[in-house]
């Protein structure tokens, strides 16, 4: 009983995003290998209607 919220607290230093290789973004997630705003290693880039400027 000693993995609880305790542990969690010492994730607060390290970088949760990185710059993404393919869009330049700060927003590829280490934890994931995934970036938010691109999709990268997605083969197509990331895009949704919802998303777009009216």
Do not use: D, E, L, Q
């Amino acid at each position: 009983m000693s993995n609880g919220t305790a542990v969690m607290g010492k994730i607060n230093n390290k970088k949760t995003h990185i710059t993404c290789r393919r869009c330049g973004h700060h927003t590829y997630n280490v934890r994931t290998k995934r970036c938010s705003h691109c999709g990268f290693p997605a083969p197509r880039i990331r895009s949704y209607k919802w998303a777009k400027a009216k």
